[in-house]
């Protein structure tokens, strides 16, 4: 097959192999068969690029419906993360529900104690007085005394000596002195509770942030009396634009989290110390001798339902909760560790929040 041996090498190698096959060799083809030899050689090629075509078009194929599984799984990821952080929100709205109804109702039975307690002292300082009148007129008696006949005198004796006035002439102002400060301190409490419960939900005032310390450490001393001493190391700060009694929230967790984490023996110690950053923020930092926090926990602690403590003792809501207060007035919640000496929480809060 003269012909054919010139375009040998054009002929479809699986073609050729079969002329071996048949032939012995592709010379050995008759001159007959080339035409035919050369359009089925034609053919095979046809057929190698049609299959290299579906072949290209099937990875295509495939390549996209990686890249749109990919898309899909990456669309689930942001579906969880959005449904985890809407449980978030969900729980934080709950929690600040039950910090919201907790502070009416204090506030309510802070208003109710008032009355009884601002008539309570205000007789209280009468009887005082009254009290001090009484006694200076039996003394202007007993100065009399000696005028009267001896067997009046000895039965005003007996009398006397029967009642213990001498006894009472002491315990009474002693016994209203003490009446006089345990209506004060109640009063101190039900201020406290006012303070701390301020009305002012959703809107901005300008406070002290001191004095929200102060009546929160007031609110929370039995939580911390007998496992710490507070020091405060109070800087000038000035008023800041905020929700005191959000404030007060976060400033109660981190004080009740300090003394939750106090190991008993020995007695430990928390320090409260503000500052000013500038004009434009104030820093707050509670520092504890506590425990401290391992490494691995101390990224998941401002996780909602994070906690260390037993049930009924921790919710691990306190730090989430506190954290969003901080980031709605627009400052910076953080914290360093170390295990077994202790921790500090830094507040950062802007002086001014930004204009709306
Ligand atoms: N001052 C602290 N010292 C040591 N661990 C702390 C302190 N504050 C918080 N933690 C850790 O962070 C966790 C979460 O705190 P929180 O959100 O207030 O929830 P809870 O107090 O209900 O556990 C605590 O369980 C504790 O492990
Ligand atoms: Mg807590």
Redesign the pocket.
């Known amino acids: 097959m003269g012909t054919t041996s010139g375009t040998a090498s054009a002929m479809h190698p699986l073609l050729l192999r079969q002329l071996k096959t048949a032939f012995g060799s592709a010379e050995d083809v008759p001159e007959s068969l080339s035409a035919f030899c050369m359009s089925v050689s034609a053919e095979y090629h046809r057929a190698d690029r049609d299959r290299d075509l579906t072949q290209r078009s099937l990875d295509e194929m495939s390549a996209e419906l990686t890249a749109h599984n990919e898309t899909l799984r990456r669309e689930r990821d942001e579906q969880a993360a959005l449904a985890h952080r809407l449980e978030e929100a969900h729980n934080q709205l709950l929690q600040s529900e039950k910090m919201a109804s907790i502070g009416q109702l204090a506030a309510g039975v802070a208003h109710e104690i008032n009355n009884p307690i601002g008539y309570v002292n205000s007789n209280l300082k009468s009887l005082t007085a009254y009290v001090q009148d009484l006694l200076e007129m039996i003394a202007a008696y007993e100065t009399a005394e000696v005028l009267l006949p001896a067997e009046q005198l000895s039965s005003l004796a007996a009398l006397k000596a029967t009642l213990d006035i001498e006894y009472l002439k002491t315990d009474l102002p002693a016994m209203l002195g003490e009446s006089q400060e345990g209506i004060d301190r109640v009063r101190k409490i039900v201020q406290d509770l006012k303070d701390f419960s301020h009305t002012d939900e959703g809107t901005f005032n300008w406070a002290d942030v001191h004095a929200g310390i102060d009546s929160t450490l007031n609110i929370v001393a039995n939580e911390i009396k007998y496992k710490a001493d507070v020091v405060r190391e109070y800087g000038a700060l000035p008023q800041i634009e905020c929700l005191p009694s959000q404030l007060n929230q976060v400033f109660m967790?981190?004080l009740?989290?300090?003394a939750?984490?106090m190991p008993g023996e020995p007695r430990g110690k928390i320090v409260v110390r503000t500052g000013c950053k500038g004009d434009e923020a104030v820093w707050l930092e509670?520092i504890?001798s506590?425990?401290?926090?391992p490494a691995e926990?101390l990224k998941?602690?401002?996780?909602?339902?994070?906690?260390?403590?037993p049930v009924g003792?921790?919710?691990?809501?306190?730090?989430?909760?506190?954290y969003g207060i901080i980031q709605k007035h627009h400052g910076k919640l953080s914290?360093t560790?170390v295990l077994g000496e202790?921790?500090c929480?830094r507040i950062e809060l802007p002086v001014k929040q930004p204009e709306a």
Do not use: Y
Not at 290 to 293: A, C
Not at 313 to 322: D, E, P, V, Y
């Open positions: 967790n981190l009740v989290n300090a939750q984490a509670f504890d506590g425990s401290g926090i926990n998941r602690i401002f996780d909602p339902f994070f906690t260390t403590k003792k921790g919710t691990g809501l306190g730090l989430s909760l506190s914290v560790s202790g921790t929480f």
